[in-house]
């Protein structure tokens, strides 16, 4: 049978109404360790209430808004449902925002249970043993965790319709309705006992300390995020952080047979720049002068010092890879009509058929990284000089870049790049020392191999069969750089 709480009346101008509110509640249905929301949902279910009337209940009787939670609200929520199931409060050290932003190698990493519940996700993750005994434990939020503290078991993953669902109103209704699928029996008391093992109390200590230590612990092997430099494939970066996350940042043994597994990180690589403690240089750049900088600084190189930059001559050999791949191809070519994107298969060389994959990996390395080769019909070489002469105006305003042309004016733009390439003129070359020559010829250079790298996989799978279903390449490498106390480096993660 139900329990009835009595709570009294709090508001003296509705002293007129009933001064009782009536509701049921079950001590076994509370767990110091279980979603809020969660909670929630069973609150509303147990008493046959709208999610509404829910949130009018806690708003009257607790001035606590169940659509806008806050830190407090969230473990005032907890302490409530304690105190209705005549159990003593725990404060769960999960329901705290982490101090400071964390972030790792720039991709933006939310740790804490308050943001991880407050209407962002679109899935619920559950543990299949803990469910039976109608509890979903916190933890399960922390996407690092593969697996359940309690039972070792891997999460499952419910997908809430937030179509049909109200922002306001997605976090407790998502759960109803993951409690109405997953639990049909409810509220008939569960037949399963929760039985948390022995070790859980150690495991839980040790994901607390170490989970609320990670901004220190990221800052000191990571340290400060400056720029990426490449864009991972959309559904990689978070997957990513991660895996970096358990593999990288001192992760606690009792909690690594819980975590996800990290073998698709291929590599690791972090390659020191300087070690120079004043050398300053990557920090005189905004964000989109970095943008600018790898595109105007070699194509300075492939003018001037093409033969001592390595990254140019690895650009200029997989050209001439890509042109010795098609002379000896003698099988169907893959071409892309670029106006309505698509692809087309054909052995002809001599009539249209769009562009040819090879000569679309060359048109794609080119405009990334050597304007002095960039040959485009007129529309597009227009545009693509504008774009390089702001990129130039960037650099000269961090004063890094002395302009080699002053004052010139968009009209005159296209007349200083004819198709001949010996005519290719300059705006700005740089201003550096030797030693800063060296540091963005390193970093180049793997910033080049990366995007090599991602062109070769991309063109294998297509060799191999796979018909090509977008363009260009899409990377599954992060490139971050770093300022790691008084170093510069840079971070190259492989992703398989």
């Known amino acids: 049978m139900d329990n009835f709480h009595r709570l009294i009346e709090l508001n003296s101008e509705k002293e007129h109404q009933n001064k009782y509110q009536l509701f049921n509640w079950r001590s076994e249905l509370y767990d110091a360790n279980d979603n809020t929301y969660f909670l929630l949902a069973k609150f509303a279910l147990l008493n046959k209430?709208?999610?509404?009337?829910?949130?009018?209940?806690?708003?009257?009787?607790?001035?606590?808004?169940?659509?806008?939670?806050?830190?407090?609200?969230?473990?005032?929520?907890?302490y409530l449902f304690s105190i209705f199931s005549n159990q003593a409060y725990i404060q769960n050290n999960l329901i705290t925002k982490s101090s400071g932003d964390l972030n790792i190698l720039g991709i933006p990493l939310i740790q804490d249970y308050y943001v991880n519940t407050r209407h962002q996700e679109k899935i619920i993750r559950y543990c299949p043993?803990?469910?039976?005994?109608?509890?979903?434990?916190?933890?399960?939020?922390?996407?690092?965790?593969?697996?359940?503290?309690?039972?070792?078991?891997?999460?499952?993953?419910?997908?809430?319709?937030?179509?049909?669902?109200?922002?306001?109103?997605?976090?407790?209704?998502?759960?109803?309705?993951?409690?109405?699928?997953?639990?049909?029996?409810?509220?008939?008391?569960?037949?399963?006992?929760?039985?948390?093992?022995?070790?859980?109390?150690?495991?839980?200590?040790?994901?607390?300390?170490?989970?609320?230590?990670?901004?220190?612990?990221?800052?000191?092997?990571?340290?400060?995020?400056?720029?990426?430099?490449?864009?991972?494939?959309?559904?990689?970066?978070?997957?990513?952080?991660?895996?970096?996350?358990?593999?990288?940042?001192?992760?606690?043994?009792?909690?690594?047979?819980?975590?996800?597994?990290?073998?698709?990180?291929?590599?690791?690589?972090s390659l020191s720049i300087s070690n120079n403690s004043g050398f300053s240089f990557f920090e005189n750049f905004t964000y989109f002068q970095f943008v600018a900088l790898?595109?105007?600084?070699?194509?300075?190189?492939?003018?001037?010092?093409?033969k001592e930059a390595s990254f140019i001559q690895s650009l200029l050999s997989f050209f001439d890879e890509l042109k010795l791949a098609l002379i000896n191809k003698t099988e169907k070519f893959w071409y892309l009509h670029e106006n309505d994107g698509i692809w087309?298969?054909?052995?002809?060389?001599?009539?249209?058929?769009?562009?040819?994959?090879?000569?679309?990996?060359i048109d794609w390395l080119t405009e990334l990284w050597l304007p002095p080769l960039y040959t485009s019909i007129r529309s597009r070489r227009l545009q693509y000089f504008n774009n390089f002469h702001l990129m130039n105006e960037d650099l000269v305003k961090s004063a890094?870049?002395?302009?080699?042309?002053?004052?010139?004016?968009?009209?005159?733009?296209?007349?200083?790049?004819?198709?001949?390439?010996?005519k290719f003129q300059e705006f700005a070359i740089p201003n550096f020392s030797s030693e800063q020559m060296l540091a963005l010829d390193s970093m180049c250079d793997e910033l080049v191999k990366s995007y090599i790298h991602d062109a070769r996989v991309w063109l294998n799978r297509i060799e191999c069969g796979e018909k090509p279903d977008h363009f260009p390449p899409r990377s599954r490498a992060l490139l971050s750089l770093q300022k790691v106390q008084n170093q510069y480096r840079l971070f190259n993660i492989q992703i398989d």
């Open 344 to 361: 087309t298969s054909s052995d002809s060389k001599g009539l249209y058929c769009g562009v040819l994959i090879h000569d679309l990996l």
């Open 49 to 78: 209430l709208k999610i509404e009337q829910v949130n009018e209940f806690f708003n009257q009787y607790f001035s606590i808004d169940i659509f806008n939670l806050n830190l407090s609200e969230h473990r005032s929520l907890k």
């Open 129 to 269: 043993e803990c469910i039976k005994s109608y509890k979903l434990p916190e933890h399960a939020s922390l996407k690092y965790l593969d697996r359940c503290l309690f039972h070792n078991v891997k999460f499952e993953i419910f997908s809430c319709n937030h179509r049909v669902i109200r922002l306001k109103e997605r976090s407790v209704k998502c759960h109803i309705n993951f409690i109405r699928i997953f639990c049909p029996d409810f509220p008939t008391p569960p037949t399963k006992k929760h039985n948390v093992p022995s070790q859980f109390s150690t495991v839980l200590n040790d994901l607390d300390k170490w989970n609320f230590s990670l901004k220190e612990i990221c800052d000191k092997k990571l340290g400060k995020h400056l720029h990426t430099f490449k864009n991972m494939d959309c559904a990689i970066p978070e997957q990513c952080a991660h895996f970096v996350l358990v593999k990288e940042l001192s992760l606690p043994e009792s909690l690594r047979e819980f975590t996800i597994p990290t073998n698709a990180i291929r590599k690791i690589n």
């Open 400 to 422: 890094s870049f002395i302009p080699v042309k002053s004052n010139i004016s968009e009209n005159k733009i296209d007349t200083l790049f004819s198709f001949n390439r010996v």
């Open 294 to 306: 790898p595109v105007v600084y070699s194509s300075f190189c492939y003018l001037h010092r093409k």
